[in-house]
């Protein structure tokens, strides 16, 4: 089955620098590749997807790239701000709706002011 | 947009009793439905996937006869957890699916503390 592997763990940025974060699937089958937020006790919150027919999305200060040759993608998030404090998940899907999606292991963000 | 409605929010239990969590999509119907468990920091585990009218499908580890899953309609599925023990504490989640538009739509968690 997919697996999902996400670095980093933790990552602390400065208020207003970019922060990256990566995630490199195993299942070539995979086409759907969404990014959450989750707070504390709270559902996760879709930010950003993407789907295997493009390279890069980007809305705002938030951005995914994907590389399905390398089978790879990553979260990029300009100009960062304290309320972006917060876990980060990759996750991958091989049919959008109806297949499961496959989580990584999860990316503390934290935003220092 | 999609609204999954996930009850309840939190449940405190003895230790050998049974516990159920809801979820219901309000606006549209639930084709397939994804139950997730989700200990302390850490990431959301699939734990079985329900179709609606048809037996779930558990992941590999997951104890079908503790952990009961229902789909009887398009709107509500429904996981019991039976004989609950301390380390069946955590936050369960469900995600449904409608195959189109809407993609995956999360209920809110139910934090189960197991005493």
């Known amino acids: 089955g997919e697996n999902v592997e996400q670095h980093p763990s933790t990552l602390s940025v400065q208020e207003g620098d970019s922060a990256v974060i990566k995630c490199t699937y195993s299942?070539?089958?995979?086409?759907?590749f969404p990014w959450y937020k989750q707070e504390l006790g709270k559902r996760p919150q879709l930010i950003i997807d993407i789907r295997s027919n493009v390279g890069e999305k980007k809305d705002q200060r938030i951005a995914v790239t994907l590389n399905k040759t390398a089978k790879h993608f990553s979260l990029h998030i300009t100009e960062t701000q304290p309320e972006d404090s917060a876990v980060y998940f990759c996750a991958a899907s091989a049919n959008f709706g109806n297949e499961k999606l496959t989580f990584g292991t999860g990316t503390r963000l934290t935003i220092i002011p | 947009g999609a609204v999954v409605s996930q009850h309840p929010s939190r449940v405190i239990c003895k230790s050998g009793t049974s516990v159920k969590i809801e979820c219901r999509s309000l606006d549209f119907q639930a084709t397939t439905m994804f139950w997730y468990r989700q200990f302390p920091k850490k990431s959301l585990m699939l734990m079985a996937t329900s179709n609606e009218g048809s037996k779930a499908t558990y992941e590999q580890g997951v104890e079908k006869d503790k952990f009961l899953i229902n789909h009887a309609s398009l709107t509500l599925s429904t996981l019991t957890v039976t004989s609950a023990h301390p380390e069946d504490s955590s936050f369960y989640i469900c995600?449904?699916?409608?195959?189109?538009?809407?993609?995956?739509?999360f209920g809110s968690g139910t934090r189960l503390t197991v005493v």
């Open positions: 995600s449904a699916a409608e195959g189109g538009a809407y993609g995956y739509t």
């Open positions: 299942d070539s089958a995979s086409n759907y």
